[in-house]
């Protein structure tokens, strides 16, 4: 079983759809949870982050951590053709280890 | 807002050569890192760096690479002897002292022919 795992898209959704994005983990260990967007041939830019399990909010991304079932999503709300990327899940230990999803390309259509 | 910034954008070397890929962090982040992106998979660890000295590697970082910080400013990955393989994007990240929130560069992409 992958460490973490994402599904890779494409997804399509029309502009002002709500998407939900989702990861799962299998490491237990996992304490901090990441949502990154990156546009192609960019780097990584983190949305948001969360320590433990919970909803954080923040504009139209909305992050939930259950780690019970070892499960995070990213909700977007209201989504821009701007929003259009790749997502990645990431996750972090108390360690060093630190690892991304294979990301999930999403495009919003105006 | 504060940047990571990397160089080259864009580096072509022969099989064998060496390359250095520059990175300059953020001013006042302790915590330093390389990730390796290949062409159409998943962003991979590397190496993190903190108090002049690497705290954890891959099994990627293997003894053809290195890492350094030659001065208060950069940070800097070296490749001894590139290979077909080591063509990829090569992310410099840092973090203050949020151990989940790394701002990450733009990248240098390399090519090894």
């Known amino acids: 079983q992958k460490e973490v795992e994402q599904d890779p898209g494409p997804l399509s959704v029309p502009e002002g759809a709500i998407v939900s994005l989702n990861c799962t983990y299998s490491n237990s260990a996992f304490q901090y949870f990441m949502w990154y967007r990156q546009y192609s041939r960019k780097g990584p830019e983190l949305l948001m982050y969360t320590y433990s399990s919970g909803n954080k909010e923040d504009g139209r991304f909305t992050a939930q951590v259950d780690k019970s079932s070892k499960y995070i999503s990213l909700f977007i709300r209201d989504s821009q053709p701007s929003d259009s990327a790749t997502y990645l899940c990431a996750m972090k230990d108390y360690g060093q280890n630190f690892v991304f999803g294979p990301g999930t390309r999403l495009s919003v259509l105006p | 807002e504060p940047e990571v910034t990397q160089t080259p954008s864009h580096q072509v070397t022969q099989m064998g050569q060496e390359v250095i890929l520059r990175c300059v962090p953020i001013?006042?982040?302790?915590?330093f890192y390389w990730y390796r992106q290949i062409l159409g998979q998943k962003v991979e660890f590397l190496v993190s760096f903190y108090n002049n000295e690497i705290s954890e590697k891959s099994e990627i970082f293997d003894d053809q690479f290195s890492v350094e910080r030659p001065d208060g400013s950069n940070f800097t990955l070296k490749i001894r002897s590139t290979k077909l393989e080591d063509s990829a994007m090569y992310f410099c990240a840092s973090r203050a002292s949020e151990p989940g929130v790394h701002t990450f560069g733009s990248g240098t992409r390399l090519t090894v022919v």
């Open positions: 001013s006042n982040h302790l915590y």
